[in-house]
């Protein structure tokens, strides 16, 4: 028996003996009682009930924490559970891994592993996360599959953010400004107006902006927000929801950093391996910086045949994002019945750099939802509810990405449908124990039309290794007409064939510079049903002390890439055991929670900058089911209050993940891979029925990306009462064991481990009317590697965390 299921019977066994036992003692202690822990409530299994009744894994982020971390971004969230990592991308796109799982979804044509939920929305596009950190009652983040009652199926888990809501007979203001460095103004505040005594309105404002974190310029911000809701009772048994929000993201991305070069050696035998060659740069030095653009112009790129590449993209964002939607809640003696339509919108231009000379995209999202639910009992012993969902996204877009050697242009439409039916069922046979059978059948229709016209620039043919010093680097250009004018007065020839492969009569030849043009047209669909279901049992043996088991099954929808031979890929799906306890002693002072897990995945999903089948291949974002992987750990959260003015809290994760089986191919071109993983070199046939020469790469058991074998979180918190006032004092930190994010499993390009603290000190009226706080975040200044991605002049361009940031808030509360 491995360690893991050791550990797993062991919670079981000292569960079962140790809890009752403790639940006695507890309540005989509750005369000593010093004041307890604060009761959240969820709605993670869509009926509002505490978190510690709730018998599935979830972290709760209060609106306190949110504050306290300086959340204003979906990236910031990663600082607020132990089990989520996030990275932030072009445009506001954002990654989200859960214990290792997730996907790079940055393009509009794959739909990310962990589903993102708005004011109970499922929101289709990871690059529509923005401008909803603010004005929030909390946010839940579900580890695990989703594949019952929430939005649409997600493999890894899911994150729902819930903002405030009107509140009836309550005039109130809430403000929040602050001031840090990099000129970094903050501003948020809620109004809550009731009007007479069934209705109310809420109306709340968000305003993030500093100036460029990186050297050249780029990774400023400029986001602004407003969310409007208005809540009624026109009947004891009805309510109604209204609420819109608009939010606008402007500002530039970050441009990355150069982390190092790597270039072939060779000896007396020929080839000898890789030479890698930190940069010495830091990780707030940009690609534009001019220090940059020497390092990179000084590098020779064998296929054009030349150095003096410069690195001359302008990044921006210029998005903007709004939503409608409605909650209707109708209460009957027999059950509630809740219908919530909503209908979003995202209109999206940006440019980035990272490898690319620019790179930029102009996309047309729509999304159509609605969702009826029926909760209700069928007598003493059985709750149950039932639903239906249809969801319809529809997204237009134009894309490039200039390279020095390659620049593909897209243009496509994608269109989704989505229909699901789920129930669950809770059976309380005796009084202290429950068992909930959960399903969910769903139907996912996909369909996509495009092109990509992709260019390629060689100096003749690249065997040679030709020498073309004057030859001119692809043009910045947003469209292949512009390409290929750009070459037609160059007198350099753009052809669908490349020149060394043609007879001379033919205009063929070696050493002559030509442009190839390699379209890629994809139109395609799929069709998947999947049933997914979860089965539980909860024992209570006190009010305060339980334990839960579930197992349950999970399924992410296939999608499409926009790759010849490689064009769609398939569903995964997700078996999850889970064995977990919650508990509360010494008075409601002490929370103690623990969970277990095996997670089971098979056609697992793997998103990254890869090769096609095309002949010649062509560098493009793709999306492989790359086979099966196992996941398991432990999770243990406790907090304790101290005394009435003192609060600890800590949590810490323990992974265990293995890739069972994962192969992908890269082209032959001559010299090996740039791999740490096992390879062999093979064939594989194109699409129009060549035979190309590929390395097979296994990476079968690897560690999974960004899932750190040891994660945890300590803090703390000391309220010293000044009459009148009081002084309230912070202290946190993280700490991540280092983790891969890159399937070369290369030595240098891994997540080393790392703490980040961060330290705060607020002075308040002790009511709570009013507060000044000082902060400090990632006051070691650690910028953990996020992310790294080779280019065409073999520079390894990455991306850091955060840097340190300080400053002051102040805070009104009427």
Same mark, same amino acid.
């Given at each position: 028996?491995?360690?893991?299921?050791?550990?797993?019977?062991?919670?079981?066994?000292?569960?079962?003996?140790?809890?009752?036992?403790?639940?006695?003692?507890?309540?005989?202690?509750?005369?000593?009682?010093?004041?307890?822990?604060?009761?959240?409530?969820?709605?993670?299994?869509?009926?509002?009930?505490?978190?510690?009744?709730?018998?599935?894994?979830?972290?709760?982020?209060?609106?306190?924490?949110?504050?306290?971390?300086?959340?204003?971004?979906?990236?910031?969230?990663?600082?607020?559970?132990?089990?989520?990592?996030?990275?932030?991308?072009?445009?506001?796109?954002?990654?989200?891994?859960?214990?290792?799982?997730?996907?790079?979804?940055?393009?509009?044509?794959?739909?990310?592993?962990?589903?993102?939920?708005?004011?109970?929305?499922?929101?289709?596009? /990871? =690059?529509?996360?923005? +401008?909803?950190? &603010?004005?929030?009652?909390?946010?839940?983040? #579900?580890? %695990?599959?989703?594949?019952?009652?929430?939005?649409?199926?997600?493999?890894?888990?899911?994150?729902?953010?819930?903002?405030?809501?009107?509140?009836?007979?309550?005039?109130?203001?809430?403000?929040?400004?602050?001031?840090?460095?990099?000129?970094?103004?903050?501003?948020?505040?809620?109004?809550?107006?009731?009007?007479?005594?069934?209705?109310?309105?809420?109306?709340?404002?968000?305003?993030?902006?500093?100036?460029?974190?990186?050297?050249?310029?780029?990774?400023?911000?400029?986001?602004?927000?407003?969310?409007?809701?208005?809540?009624?009772?026109?009947?004891?048994?009805?309510?109604?929801?209204?609420?819109?929000?608009?939010?606008?993201?402007?500002?530039?991305?970050?441009?990355?950093?150069?982390?190092?070069?790597?270039?072939?050696?060779?000896? /007396? =035998?020929?080839?000898? +391996?890789?030479? &890698?060659?930190?940069?010495?740069?830091?990780? #707030?030095? %940009?690609?534009?910086?001019?220090?940059?653009?020497?390092?990179?112009?000084?590098?020779?790129?064998?296929?054009?045949?030349?150095?003096?590449?410069?690195?001359?993209?302008?990044?921006?964002?210029?998005?903007?994002?709004?939503?409608?939607?409605?909650?209707?809640?109708?209460?009957?003696?027999?059950?509630?019945?809740?219908?919530?339509?909503?209908?979003?919108e995202a209109h999206i231009d940006y440019r980035f750099a990272n490898i690319f000379r620019e790179a930029g995209s102009k996309e047309d999202d729509r999304q159509a939802s609605i969702e009826a639910r029926w909760a209700g009992q069928a007598g003493p012993q059985i709750d149950y509810l039932l639903g239906g969902m249809y969801f319809d996204e529809k997204i237009g877009a134009t894309a490039y990405y200039n390279q020095w050697t390659l620049s593909p242009f897209q243009e496509f439409d994608t269109h989704t449908k989505s229909w699901a039916g789920f129930g669950k069922f809770t059976f309380r046979p005796i009084e202290r124990l429950s068992l909930t059978a959960a399903g969910r059948y769903t139907s996912d229709r996909k369909s996509f039309d495009g092109v990509s016209n992709v260019y390629i620039l060689f100096c003749g043919n690249p065997a040679l290794r030709n020498s073309c010093p004057t030859l001119p680097f692809m043009p910045l250009a947003t469209n292949g007409a512009d390409v290929e004018s750009f070459y037609g007065a160059a007198g350099i020839p753009v052809t669908s064939v490349p020149l060394f492969v043609l007879p001379d009569a033919f205009g063929g030849s070696q050493t002559a510079p030509f442009v190839l043009r390699s379209p890629i047209v994809i139109n395609s669909s799929l069709k998947n049903n999947k049933f997914t279901y979860r089965l539980a049992a909860q024992y209570d043996f006190s009010p305060s002390n339980m334990v839960y088991a579930s197992f349950e099954t999970g399924y992410h929808a296939g999608g499409f890439s926009f790759a010849r031979g490689l064009d769609s890929y398939q569903p995964e799906t997700l078996d999850a055991y889970t064995l977990g306890s919650k508990n509360r002693f010494l008075g409601n002072r002490l929370q103690l929670n623990v969970e277990a897990f095996l997670w089971k995945y098979r056609n697992q999903q793997f998103s990254q900058f890869g090769y096609d089948l095309g002949d010649p291949p062509s560098t493009v974002l793709l999306t492989r089911n790359i086979g099966t992987s196992t996941i398991k750990g432990v999770d243990l959260d406790v907090e304790f209050q101290a005394t009435p003015d003192t609060l600890l809290s800590g949590s810490i994760q323990y992974l265990d993940t293995k890739y069972d089986s994962f192969v992908y191919y890269a082209p032959n071109q001559g010299l090996p891979p740039k791999t740490a993983c096992g390879y062999s070199p093979t064939t594989q046939t194109t699409p129009g029925g060549s035979v190309v020469n590929v390395f097979e790469i296994d990476c079968s058991g690897r560690q999974a990306f960004n899932a750190p074998k040891w994660s945890f979180t300590v803090n703390g918190e000391q309220t010293v009462p000044l009459g009148d006032l009081k002084l309230v004092l912070q202290a946190g930190t993280r700490y991540r064991s280092s983790t891969y994010f890159s399937a070369d499993y290369l030595p240098f390009l891994k997540s080393k481990s790392n703490f980040v603290t961060t330290l705060s000190a607020t002075l308040a009226q002790a009511s709570d009317r009013w507060s000044i706080t000082a902060y400090a975040f990632n006051v070691t200044d650690s910028r953990r590697l996020a992310n790294a991605v080779i280019n065409s002049a073999n520079l390894y361009v990455a991306d850091a965390e955060q840097p340190r940031t300080y400053g002051l808030r102040a805070s009104f509360h009427y």
């Open positions: 028996m491995n360690v893991f299921h050791r550990s797993v019977s062991a919670l079981a066994i000292c569960a079962a003996m140790v809890l009752p036992q403790i639940a006695v003692a507890q309540d005989s202690d509750a005369q000593t009682r010093l004041g307890g822990l604060e009761e959240i409530v969820v709605t993670a299994q869509r009926v509002s009930q505490s978190a510690q009744k709730a018998p599935l894994p979830v972290d709760v982020v209060t609106s306190a924490d949110l504050r306290q971390q300086i959340v204003t971004r979906a990236e910031d969230l990663s600082r607020t559970s132990p089990a989520l990592a996030t990275v932030g991308g072009a445009g506001g796109t954002t990654t989200f891994y859960l214990r290792g799982v997730g996907n790079n979804t940055v393009n509009a044509y794959s739909d990310p592993a962990i589903a993102f939920n708005y004011d109970g929305v499922y929101i289709g596009r /990871p =690059s529509s996360t923005s +401008g909803m950190f &603010y004005d929030l009652a909390r946010v839940e983040v #579900l580890k %695990g599959p989703q594949g019952t009652l929430y939005g649409r199926n997600a493999t890894g888990g899911a994150i729902n953010v819930i903002p405030n809501r009107p509140r009836l007979d309550e005039f109130g203001v809430d403000a929040t400004v602050g001031y840090g460095n990099y000129n970094w103004w903050t501003a948020q505040a809620a109004l809550n107006v009731p009007a007479g005594d069934s209705v109310a309105m809420r109306l709340a404002g968000t305003l993030s902006r500093h100036d460029a974190f990186m050297s050249d310029g780029t990774g400023n911000q400029r986001e602004y927000g407003a969310r409007f809701q208005i809540y009624a009772e026109p009947a004891p048994q009805l309510d109604l929801r209204i609420a819109a929000d608009y939010a606008h993201q402007g500002g530039a991305s970050s441009s990355s950093y150069y982390f190092g070069s790597v270039d072939p050696t060779f000896g /007396p =035998s020929g080839f000898a +391996g890789y030479e &890698y060659k930190r940069s010495g740069f830091s990780s #707030l030095q %940009g690609l534009g910086d001019p220090a940059s653009q020497d390092y990179l112009a000084s590098r020779y790129i064998t296929q054009v045949g030349r150095a003096g590449a410069a690195s001359d993209g302008n990044p921006s964002n210029d998005n903007d994002y709004w939503g409608v939607t409605a909650e209707l809640n109708y209460k009957t003696d027999i059950g509630t019945l809740t219908i919530q339509p909503a209908w979003r």
